[in-house]
């Protein structure tokens, strides 16, 4: 059976998942790639190094975010969501974004070859040693589908 979601399960999808694929365009190409982030509700939030996809929201901060669950090619949850980028540069708004990815991101991160935090210098502070572009998204528009063996 396929269907669409409700949009409390919509909200589920964007919260259950931690990686997901931002859509982006400016100068005539469109780049879609994966990126870890945290959802809070209202935003989208992430870290990364600058690069082409900052490089393209900066021009034109109008987004398409995806996400999926798929327990097999029969059953799985999508959601397709717009919205618009936005860096955070002021100290406070850096480090409130990157609290919340870290406490999202954190509890999931195991294994042998895991790096425990590599924005967390030797004192323990974390906005200090970060480098990158934190940046969140204010999600506009949602729509999900699904299919249900």
Known sequence: MLGELTDRQIENV???AVVARLG???DN???VVPITYAYDGTYIYGH???GMKIDMMRKNP???FEVDIRENMGNWRSVIAWGAFEEL???VDREAGMQIILDRITPIMTGATTVQNPMIDAQENYIEAMRGVVYR???TKKTGRFEKR
């Open 62 to 64: 109008n987004i398409c």
């Open 24 to 26: 982006c365009h400016a």
């Open 29 to 31: 190409l469109t780049y």
């Open 48 to 50: 990364t190094k600058e």
């Open 137 to 139: 998204i204010e999600l």
């Open 14 to 16: 964007l919260y259950s």
């Open 89 to 91: 540069t002021k100290p």
